[in-house]
């Protein structure tokens, strides 16, 4: 079955740089590839996803890259806020499952320092 | 719009009882699933549903049970509790995907906080 590993563990940046987090996945078949937002007493959120037929995707301050010959993905977080603080999860899934069976990475913990 | 419900947000259970999740949405969404969340281990599928009726394992299903009996609610159950079940507890939802498109959020709930001594 897919495996999804995840880092760094935990992240720590200066308000106004840049983040990134990257995550690697085993099995080829898989072709969706989203990222969750976890804040502290609460279930994770979906900010930003990516299909395989595609290597890069933006919306606004947040992007994602994909690397299907590697298997690796990034999420990259540019101009960070301190209301960017939160656990981030990737996750991977084949879709032509049809029900999104979602294998999700260990987490990062980021922190952005005012 | 309240979108996933869970309940209880926190309970605390001795070893060997049993209690049951209840974690239910009002978006009309097919599918259903249980995750446990643990330190360090990320989220991980304990069952899930495609509709009213099914049901089916997840990546560690053992020691709990599910169902789905309306579409709306989704059931997760604990027959007789372990030190090792302790953890949190999210429900997520999506609706059924069109056009061939799988790329629908979850919709996760605000999880239950489990504590089993």
């Known amino acids: 079955g897919e495996n999804v590993e995840q880092h760094p563990s935990t992240l720590s940046v200066q308000e106004g740089d840049s983040a990134v987090i990257k995550c690697t996945y085993s099995d080829s078949a898989s072709n969706y590839f989203p990222w969750y937002k976890q804040e502290l007493g609460k279930g994770p959120q979906l900010i930003i996803d990516?299909?395989?037929?595609?290597g890069e995707k933006k919306d606004q301050r947040i992007a994602v890259t994909l690397n299907k010959t590697a298997k690796h993905f990034s999420l990259h977080i540019t101009e960070t806020q301190p209301e960017d603080s939160a656990v981030y999860f990737c996750a991977a899934t084949n879709m032509n499952t049809g029900f999104q069976k979602l294998v999700f990475g260990t987490g990062t913990r980021l922190l952005v320092s005012p | 719009n309240a979108g996933v419900t869970q309940t209880p947000k926190f309970r605390v259970l001795k070893t060997g009882q049993s209690m049951t999740l209840l974690c239910a949405q009002d978006m009309n969404h097919e599918y259903m699933y249980w995750y446990r969340q643990d330190p360090g281990m990320g989220l991980r599928l304990i069952h899930y549903?495609?509709?009213?009726?099914?049901?089916a394992k997840g990546e560690v299903p053992d020691g709990y049970n599910v169902s789905r009996l309306k579409k709306q609610n989704f059931l997760l159950g604990l027959e007789s509790a372990a030190p090792s079940q302790t953890s949190v507890y999210f429900c997520a939802s999506i609706d059924r995907p069109r056009g061939g498109g799988g790329n629908q959020p979850q919709h996760f709930g605000d999880g239950t906080r489990l504590s089993i001594l």
């Open positions: 990516i299909r395989s037929n595609v």
């Open positions: 549903s495609v509709g009213e009726g099914t049901t």
